[in-house]
């Protein structure tokens, strides 16, 4: 028996899954076998993979598990949106929401407990940072959800991911990738590339590594048309400020292919970045990359300074970016009667930076409360 903890199933792409059996002396095409047990049947117990003989069942059963984190609550919206709180260990837990839409189950996943950036506009930068989730972790997510709503009678699952959760997806590199190649695997859960979407802050080197080596759709929160008021949003944009950050998308975008593009994410804030002198700096900054663009009306939380746009400005924000010849589509907010609206997810996070403790410092005494 060996003493190391058993590996989760959840966390193997198709190659981790043919090493596993290679390093059990068995043929690879047991991983097509395995893999559509998990993912197209939905079957977590060996016992039930009548295919596999039972001395491969109990071998499996000795060093690998198909665990689920555990549920410690879940909301839904009066809008249809449904929030998941999951333990991940130590006394921590993310969040994971699910926005149902015209024939579309679009989950929204976290890559991390909490988030190592602090976007000022982000709820989520306000609890602090505790660490990576594994890839079992985040494909783990798509896994209940995809299995809860099957079972609640929706055959069509989860349609779409994005890892626009907690947290950095790029600064998990290796986690996020291998957790996006399961969710496009055919053998599991088989989503269209360009329904499975990573979402950056602007990691400048990683968007750069994921040539060659993923063809995920990607979005970038830009949220400015300047490298100014970029630094005060964005911190990460003193790091890799605009130029470059647009210049990696280029690049990856041309990677992906001509009908392929890369979404640009923009949160407007009332009197900070929602006029229409700061439309047209945006469509002049973005008339070199193939793209559309996601206007997202700022979701308050307790402590910010923002404030959400008037509808007006987020009109006439969104017309011109129309008529300068942009797809751009305004997301309606979903799911804030329940804090699962963009911005919002917090989880319980153990926060080792002390960037919680300092900021709920800085809040007024009734909102501490």
């Not at 055959?155 to 998990?172: D, I, Q, S």
């Not at 970016?321 to 751009?328: E, S």
Request: net charge positive; with cysteine; hydrophobic share 40%.
């Amino acid at each position: 028996m060996s003493d190391q903890p058993p590996i989760n199933l959840f966390g193997l792409d198709r190659r981790g899954v043919e090493a596993l059996f290679e390093a059990a002396g068995e043929a690879r095409y047991r991983t097509a076998q395995l893999m559509k047990w998990v993912y197209h049947r939905r079957v977590r117990d060996y016992d039930g993979m009548t295919d596999l003989s039972k001395a491969l069942r109990n071998r499996l059963a000795e060093i690998s598990a198909i665990d689920l984190p555990q549920v410690v609550a879940e909301h839904r919206s009066v809008d249809g949106t449904r929030k998941w709180v999951l333990k991940v260990g130590n006394g921590n837990a993310v969040e994971t929401v699910l926005i149902p839409d015209r024939g579309r189950n679009t989950l929204c996943v976290s890559t991390q407990v909490g988030c190592m950036l602090d976007c000022s506009f982000c709820s989520t930068g306000k609890q602090g940072f505790n660490g990576n989730l594994t890839a079992a972790e985040i494909v783990a997510q798509v896994w209940l959800v995809d299995d809860q709503m099957r079972r609640e009678g929706d055959e069509r699952g989860v349609t779409n991911v994005v890892m626009m959760g907690m947290g950095e997806p790029l600064l998990n590199f290796d986690a996020a990738v291998t957790a996006a190649d399961v969710m496009m695997d055919d053998f599991a859960f088989g989503i269209s590339k360009r329904r499975v979407t990573i979402s950056t802050a602007g990691v400048v080197p990683a968007i750069r590594r994921l040539i060659g080596r993923s063809e995920v759709s990607l979005a970038v929160s830009l949220h400015a048309p300047d490298d100014a008021l970029r630094d005060v949003l964005v911190p990460i944009n003193r790091k890799y400020p605009i130029a470059e950050l647009l210049e990696a998308c280029r690049e990856y975008v041309a990677y992906l292919g001509e009908r392929r593009h890369i979404t640009i994410e923009y949160t407007l804030m009332r009197g900070v970045n929602d006029s229409l002198a700061h439309a047209k700096r945006l469509a002049k900054l973005l008339r070199d990359l193939r793209c559309k663009i996601n206007l997202i009306p700022f979701n308050p939380f307790p402590g910010t300074g923002y404030e959400r746009p008037d509808e007006a400005a987020v009109r006439d924000f969104q017309t011109h970016l129309m008529q300068t010849g942009y797809a751009t589509m305004l997301r309606t907010t979903r799911g804030d009667d329940i804090a699962a609206a963009c911005g919002q997810l917090v989880g319980a996070v153990s926060d080792r930076t002390r960037r919680a403790e300092r900021y709920r410092a800085r809040l007024p005494t009734t909102e501490v409360a």
